[in-house]
DNA sequence: CGAGTCGTTGAACGGAATCAATCGTCGTGG
DNA sequence: CCACGACGATTGATTCCGTTCAACGACTCG
């Protein structure tokens, strides 16, 4: 998700600030959507109660990233919203958005903007996960990712970009190693460059 | 995709109707994109070339969707578009669907709706392809896209659900078999009812 | 009729998941 | 300030099951 196009066309909603702690929940599976979020620090994961009583994972949603931004257009939340760490976040008020957007088109575009990105992205994953070698999921992954300089900052643990990829965590640490041994990849703190 | 937002805000820009041979192509990764399609009857698929010179099925869309709407905020096509089986589009010229949204908050907002559905519908299946189990893939995505009545209309072949889960055609027959033995699903026709 | 595609089943293999253990780091509270 | 717990990162050993390759029947379309 683009911060950039949110916080340019929304700063003048004056949004609310708000602190939650870890494992606090804040909003449940169900509840009356009346708010929109945007995660400005932290880590919030988003789960739904699956028919059979199992959970399922529907997003982890990282900072920078404003969440269930589908729920803009329903009545209820579909999935929960639990704090994975302290996490700093941005509320508006539904109603005021939507009319917001309403009298702004300039806004509603940006947001507009917000969604096909996502939705390219969302694709782009889902293209990523049908490749069943994990070597090759990982090269296409950061090919993806990467910016001009064939790198990709991290802003995740790695544990995260496993998941992301449908890889679990220990698939992911001893491909990248393997990459890296046979010098087609450089590791470096944050980064990761391909060779 | 909800062909009804579609049409109900897109009439009066009195769009171009186009058939299509099956096989043909509508655009062509790379093209510049100088128009928004809105598929009124048949089945496209989109088609993206990977790094490795394999294909990959980005989507399937079906009669009443439009497609690569991502596309309107980005130069060119990032996937290519085939018709499946000889299809009716309707063409819509870019930028004076991008000025119509602009004059019009209505349509703008039944657009960001169609969207946001879609992001749902996209992070959905993101999911069911982190879980591994075959069997409790398939069932998920059953339990997912069923109606009221617990049944599914398959309105793709079984290979490409296949496909959309992130599993091989075969392992998805056997899988299918295997419920279908334990009692858990019923196969008619073109649908899948759970029991 | 033949080409193409979907659907189906079999056999064997490979590689990713799984379970498990260790190390380092960071934050928290006593 | 240090002990402790929590969590990310890493590596090893083992298992299992989804992939792969292959072959075949059914069906449609030209």
New interface residues.
Partial sequence: MNKHILEQFLTDLKPLGLPLMKGEHLFFQGDQVENFYYLKTGKIKLIRN??EGGQ????VALAGESFA??S??SSEY?CSAIAVSTSEIMRYKKSDLLVY???K?AA??G???M??????D??T???I??IRSAK?RV??FI?HEMNEDKELYLSMPLKDVA?KI?LTHETFYRELKKLEQARKLQRRDGFLKLL
Avoid: D
């Fill in positions: 699956t028919i399922a994972l529907i997003h931004e589908a803009l257009f579909h957007l309403e009298q088109p509603m575009k947001l507009l903007k969604f096909a990105q996502q939705v390219r969302l694709r994953v889902n293209e996960k049908n090759e090269l296409t090919s998941y449908g």
